[in-house]
């Protein structure tokens, strides 16, 4: 992994020149680790109030074959076709609960409480004025990750339904394990999100990317990938006003976990099961191409009643 392709910034600081080490496991159809391999990848910490962190994973570019074939998964994940992602970064863990706490001041009505357990109920508006917020407290573009982004870098350069390779199980991950997806035995259900990082990571050091929250991106919902753009911007031509979720839930079958999965709702409300992570275009201080691909300003400051306003005006939706 090419971990030097961006200078560090003041306000940011790596774990250290090596990055950080973690263990990789693969599964043949029954559900059996046949492999287990050692990785590193280079993270960046932004350190917000009450000693609560934010890591920021180094994704580094490359080529995606988004979606899935004919034959495979759903309608709505074809045609499958080749997208050129560019370096960027991505939230270690789902946003938790005490990093929500620190950064936005107000608690969301949790249908599981934790400090280390991923935000849900939070709608899209809710996860953009997020990363409104903390871009404004660190001078860096914090911003939902585009759909293709969010695919490359479940993927992690495997082909397979999940990063953990034929199948996954609920060893692996948070999701119904009433039900299975290939020959694996059934798990269990646990009807609840668990904490950040208690499952294997991919090959990119990203945790809980398969079931626990559906998370928010940024782009637009369409019913297929005609016309998708092929360089991994947001898409948001041509749509109406839904948006995407990615990585399924505990409250869903391991089918609707698949890197490929898909899900759109109405931005303005969040469910059971909605949370969301954080991108990075750029560690730029004060970067205003990478906020909401030039939808918004970094040092744009959101006046105190507008957010009060906002926040009610959320509330009242629900």
């Not at 695919?151 to 009433?178: K, M, N, Q, S």
């Not at 990571?201 to 559906?214: E, R, S, T």
């Not at 991106?217 to 948006?243: F, I, K, L, M, T």
């Given at each position: ?29 029954l559900g059996e680790i046949t492999e287990r391999q050692t990785h590193t990848a280079r993270q960046f910490i932004e350190h917000l109030d009450g000693g609560v962190s934010l890591e ?28 050129k992602v560019s370096s960027f970064l991505m939230g270690k863990y789902p946003v938790t609960q005490e990093q929500w706490e620190a950064v936005m001041g107000w608690i969301p009505p949790y249908r599981c409480r934790g400090a280390r357990r991923p935000v849900d109920r939070v709608s899209w508006d809710d996860a953009r004025e997020f ?188």
């Amino acid at each position: 992994m090419d971990s030097h392709f961006i200078e560090v910034p003041d306000g940011i600081e790596a774990d250290s020149d090596q990055g950080f080490e973690f263990e990789v496991v693969i599964v043949n159809g029954l559900g059996e680790i046949t492999e287990r391999q050692t990785h590193t990848a280079r993270q960046f910490i932004e350190h917000l109030d009450g000693g609560v962190s934010l890591e920021m994973v180094v994704i580094p570019g490359g080529t995606l074959l988004m979606g899935s074939p004919a034959g495979d998964g759903y309608e709505d994940e074809r045609p499958q076709h080749s997208v050129k992602v560019s370096s960027f970064l991505m939230g270690k863990y789902p946003v938790t609960q005490e990093q929500w706490e620190a950064v936005m001041g107000w608690i969301p009505p949790y249908r599981c409480r934790g400090a280390r357990r991923p935000v849900d109920r939070v709608s899209w508006d809710d996860a953009r004025e997020f990363c409104e917020r903390l871009s404004e407290r660190t001078g860096h573009g914090y911003r939902l990750p585009g759909e293709a982004e969010w695919e490359y870098a479940c993927r992690a350069r495997t082909t397979t339904p999940f990063y953990f390779g034929e199948t996954i199980t609920t060893d692996l991950a948070d999701y119904v394990g009433e039900y299975i997806y290939c020959s694996e035995p059934k798990g269990i259900y646990r009807h609840e999100t668990t904490e950040v990082g208690s499952f294997p990571p991919n090959a990119l050091g990203l945790y809980d990317m398969h079931g626990n929250v559906w998370e928010w991106c940024a782009d637009a919902w369409h019913d297929n990938y005609v016309g998708a753009p092929a360089d991994g911007r947001v898409w948001e031509s041509g749509a109406g006003s839904q948006r995407v979720l990615r990585g399924g839930c505990w409250h869903d079958p391991p089918g609707l976990c698949r890197s490929a999965a898909r899900l759109k709702h109405i931005p303005h409300e969040g469910e059971d099961f909605f949370g969301f992570r954080v991108a990075l275009t750029s560690l730029e201080q004060n970067s205003t191409s990478a906020i909401w691909h030039n939808r918004a300003r970094v040092n744009q400051r959101i006046h105190p009643t507008r957010l009060i306003a906002r926040r009610i005006q959320t509330w009242l939706r629900r």
